[in-house]
């Protein structure tokens, strides 16, 4: 092999270690995994939804503005399945539950010689207002998780009106009603979700071609 040919063959694979040298690099540089992880977009999404997107709360239906006109005898009739463990009157004992003798707008653990569990103030409401009356007659252990009191709670808006109203009468001087502010922040506070219809439902699919 002559001196002249050996020289191409050296200089061929010259440039081919070259050229893939060059290859290596800049295909390291456009796709390397750690400037793509250095150089992406993070975006923070809230646990469970959108970006941005605030937790919803269930609350119970407002019924302040139903305390005023509110039947106090059938909110009587309606604690006959509480008597089993609370007593109503004036010093009366504690049972499973404490007395409720003067509830309303008074402290939560208002029944001297009652163990509570701490769950009712756990949400940091000290006092028995109507509004707190009205979340926790609907659920009670949503209310107050890990309360002691076994009870479903109450459905109907009227009746926990009913059962607040008569709840109110059992006092010297009963707690003044709701007050308009108490009201309309009740009001304000409960925002349901509209039940979606037929017609919403179509109204929400895409179009063709979209």
């Given at each position: 092999?002559?001196?002249?040919?050996?020289?191409?063959?050296?200089a061929?694979l010259?440039?081919?270690?070259?050229?893939?040298?060059?290859?290596?690099?800049?295909?390291?540089?456009?796709?390397?995994?750690?400037?793509?992880?250095?150089?992406?977009?993070?975006?923070e999404?809230?646990?469970?939804?959108?970006?941005?997107?605030?937790?919803?709360i269930?609350?119970?239906?407002?019924?302040?503005?139903?305390?005023?006109?509110?039947?106090?005898?059938?909110?009587?009739?309606?604690?006959?399945?509480?008597?089993?463990?609370?007593?109503?009157?004036k010093?009366?004992?504690?049972?499973?539950g404490?007395?409720?003798?003067?509830?309303?707008?008074?402290?939560?653990?208002h029944?001297?010689?009652?163990?509570?569990?701490?769950?009712l103030?756990?949400?940091?409401?000290?006092?028995?207002?109507?509004?707190?009356?009205n979340?926790?007659?609907?659920?009670?252990?949503?209310y107050?998780?890990?309360t002691?009191?076994n009870?479903?709670?109450?459905?109907?808006?009227?009746d926990?009106?009913?059962?607040?109203?008569?709840?109110?009468?059992?006092?010297?001087?009963p707690?003044?009603?709701?007050?308009?502010?108490?009201?309309?922040?009740?009001?304000?506070?409960?925002?349901?979700?509209p039940?979606?219809?037929?017609?919403?439902?179509?109204?929400?699919?895409?179009?063709?071609?979209?």
């Amino acid at each position: 092999m002559g001196g002249m040919e050996f020289n191409k063959i050296f200089a061929a694979l010259l440039v081919a270690g070259i050229v893939a040298s060059l290859s290596g690099f800049i295909s390291k540089k456009l796709v390397h995994p750690e400037e793509l992880e250095e150089n992406a977009f993070h975006v923070e999404v809230a646990e469970g939804g959108a970006a941005g997107a605030a937790p919803k709360i269930q609350l119970p239906e407002p019924v302040l503005h139903l305390v005023a006109a509110a039947d106090i005898a059938r909110g009587e009739k309606l604690a006959k399945a509480c008597a089993a463990c609370h007593s109503f009157e004036k010093g009366g004992p504690n049972g499973v539950g404490p007395y409720l003798w003067n509830t309303v707008n008074k402290p939560k653990h208002h029944a001297s010689g009652f163990s509570y569990s701490g769950a009712l103030t756990a949400n940091g409401v000290a006092n028995w207002t109507y509004q707190s009356l009205n979340y926790f007659l609907w659920k009670p252990k949503k209310y107050a998780p890990g309360t002691k009191m076994n009870y479903l709670g109450i459905k109907k808006p009227e009746d926990r009106a009913a059962m607040i109203a008569w709840l109110r009468t059992l006092a010297d001087s009963p707690a003044p009603l709701p007050s308009a502010a108490e009201i309309a922040t009740e009001k304000a506070e409960f925002a349901p979700e509209p039940e979606e219809t037929a017609e919403t439902a179509a109204a929400e699919e895409p179009a063709a071609g979209e």
